[in-house]
Structures are given as structure tokens and as C-alpha cells.
């Protein structure tokens, strides 16, 4: 019969919005906008606006309908998402520089080679691009200088335990520094001083010594005879 029939399930009985839908479905109001066209010239008066009429108010029932669910939907993402508060700029500026730190940020290298360290970081977006450039360059300016004194001091610790070292393995002034670095090159305060050439030149100052004071000593003695 090329019919089609719709039984209404009952989770959707006693429903006014279906029971509407049913009563003035969609296919229905575009036959009787089509209907409207084509009757335009023929139709008498009163049935024309009845059906002009008609048409305009179920386009500008579903555009106010449309209108109040985009508005709903903006009305709760706006009461979902909690408005942010920005940090004042030294508070960020303090954060963004304990990134460059805690991420090992080298103050010899440049802000290009060094932005896969720290551009994942939530913390990298505290401030803006002008911001966090000029921020890098003070933070390599201040790196370099306490670098400096870190490596500095670090070294001087190390001349210290060398020094250490040397005094108690009784070198004489004949010992060679390969000599002396076969027999303590484990000791941890051998290992101190990271570069040979100062090690061996922390080595021949101490020789340098020991020859000095060696030779006071035969002085001293021919003086006594």
C-alpha cells in the first residue's frame, strides 16, 4: 500500500512537545509553504494570509526556540567556567625564572636552543613573548656571573683538597706528576680537579715548593758546620 505507520511508543505518550511535533510536523508546513507559492496568483485573499500567516509563526516559533537553547548554553558555560585571576607581574616574573632554573637552562646558550627545555612547562605561559625574552636575557646575565663564582669557589675547593692530597702522600721533590697520578689517581680529591693541566699545574707548584724549602734546608745546614 506504500503506506507507512508509526505506532507512539509510551515512554512518549501524555508528551505536549511530541503531541505538537505530530499535530504540525515539519513535511506538513513545507507542502503548505509550497502550497503558498503556488497559489500566490490564484487563491483567493483570506486563504493566502491565513497560510502566509500560518507559515511566518511556526519560522518564528522555531527561531525563538532556537534563539532560547543557544542562550541557555551560553548561559551555563558561563556559570561552568570560574573566572581566572591573573598573578600580578612579579609573582609570574619569580615563577618564570625558577623554571629557567629548575629546567637547567645553560646562560651560554640561546633563547632558540633553549626553548624545547621549558616551552611544555605550564609556567611558560605566565607571561607574553616580549616578556619572556627579555626575562631570558637578564636570567643568562645574572647565570653567567654566579656560574662564574660557582666554578670559581668549586675550583678553589678542589685546589684545597689537592693541596691536601699532596701533603699526605709525602711526595718528594724528584716525584714526577705521572708518578704521583698512577699511584692517587682513584682519590676522590685527585678526581676534584676535572682538567689534567690543573692538576698538574696545582702539582708543580706544590714541587715547586717543596724544592724551595729543600734548598733553604742545605743552606741552613752548611751554615750550621
Same mark, same amino acid.
Given at each position: 500500500?506504500?503506506?507507512?505507520v508509526w505506532e507512539k511508543p509510551v515512554d512518549l505518550k501524555h508528551r505536549g512537545d511530541i503531541n505538537r511535533i505530530i499535530e504540525d510536523p515539519p513535511h506538513k508546513r513545507k507542502l503548505e509553504a509550497a ?36 542562550? %541557555?548554553?551560553? %548561559? ?14 612579579e609573582e609570574r616574573i619569580t615563577h618564570f625564572r625558577d623554571m629557567l632554573l629548575e629546567r637547567g637552562v645553560s646562560a651560554f646558550s640561546t633563547w632558540e636552543k633553549e626553548l624545547h627545555k621549558i616551552v ?25 656571573? %654566579? ?20 701533603? %699526605? ?57
Open positions: 500500500m506504500q503506506l507507512s502550497a503558498t507559492d503556488k497559489c500566490v496568483s490564484s487563491c483567493p485573499g483570506d486563504e493566502t494570509d491565513d497560510l502566509s500567516i500560518k507559515t511566518k509563526r511556526n519560522k518564528t516559533e522555531d527561531s525563538q526556540a532556537a534563539d532560547q537553547g543557544k542562550a %541557555e548554553t551560553e %548561559e551555563k558555560n558561563e556559570e561552568t567556567s570560574a573566572p581566572q585571576v591573573t598573578p600580578p607581574l611544555f612547562d605550564p609556567r611558560y605561559l605566565l607571561l607574553n613573548s616580549e616578556e619572556r625574552k627579555q626575562i631570558f636575557e637578564q636570567f643568562v646575565k645574572t647565570r653567567i656571573r %654566579e656560574e662564574y663564582k660557582e666554578k670559581k669557589n668549586k675550583l678553589l675547593l678542589a685546589k684545597e683538597e689537592f693541596k691536601k692530597l699532596l701533603e %699526605e702522600s709525602k711526595v718528594s721533590p724528584r716525584t714526577t706528576f705521572k708518578e704521583f697520578a698512577e699511584k692517587y689517581g682513584r682519590d676522590q680529591r685527585f678526581r676534584l680537579v676535572q682538567k689534567k693541566k690543573d692538576q698538574e699545574h696545582f702539582f708543580n707548584q706544590f714541587i715547586l715548593i717543596l724544592k724551595k724549602r729543600d734548598k733553604e734546608n742545605r743552606i741552613r745546614l752548611r751554615k750550621m758546620r
